[in-house]
């Protein structure tokens, strides 16, 4: 009798364990992040992939973008790391993100970091979509010839920042 409520219980449980289950994203060769969960993946024909991932409670959202600029807009490697070398690149980085947004979307902070030797353009904006507050999170950073942007998108002043922390935490950058 035990036996058979053990393995309902195994049945019950097992889809939410498998569901709930921490996904690695490699987005390019040197550079992942660890999801919460596994992610939805979208290819953005052939010049980027973009992994989304919506908790089901509505708290926060989960992104992470690479994009090849080379395809995209014919900027070689060796172009954005001389770009990199200025404060014009971060401003138009951040001026750029911060105005897909929201039309109301105001920084909160903004700083230009070192993380594993890459300069990484770490963001924290507030604005409204559809009616309703949102605080974003981003790292934006050149790998190669990708740009990268992990973003993570707090819904809910019931979000967990445990979460959020071990998302952002989980980015490995190669040398």
């Known amino acids: 009798m035990s036996k058979s409520i053990i393995i309902r219980l195994i049945l019950i449980l097992c889809p939410f364990i498998v569901m709930s289950q921490e996904t690695k994203i490699q987005l390019t060769d040197k550079v992942s992040v660890v999801f919460p969960e596994k992610p939805a993946t979208r290819n953005m024909q052939d010049i980027g992939v973009q992994h989304t991932?919506?908790?089901?409670?509505?708290?926060?959202?989960?992104?992470?973008?690479?994009?090849?600029?080379?395809?995209?807009?014919?900027?070689?490697?060796d172009v954005l790391e001389a770009a990199q070398q200025e404060s014009a690149f971060w401003e138009q980085l951040e001026k750029s993100f911060v105005a897909q947004v929201s039309s109301d979307a105001s920084v909160l902070s903004s700083e230009v970091k070192q993380i594993n030797g890459k300069q990484v353009l770490h963001l924290i904006i507030n604005g409204t979509r559809n009616g309703k507050k949102l605080e974003i999170t981003v790292y934006i950073f050149i790998d190669?010839?990708?740009?990268?942007?992990?973003?993570?998108?707090?819904?809910?002043?019931?979000?967990?920042?445990?979460?959020?922390?071990?998302?952002?935490?989980?980015?490995?950058?190669?040398?």
Request: without cysteine.
């Open 53 to 77: 991932l919506k908790l089901s409670d509505s708290t926060a959202n989960f992104y992470a973008l690479a994009t090849n600029l080379e395809k995209s807009s014919g900027m070689t490697a």
């Open 144 to 175: 190669d010839v990708y740009t990268v942007n992990i973003v993570y998108q707090k819904r809910s002043e019931d979000a967990s920042a445990d979460l959020k922390n071990k998302y952002f935490d989980s980015l490995s950058i190669e040398k």
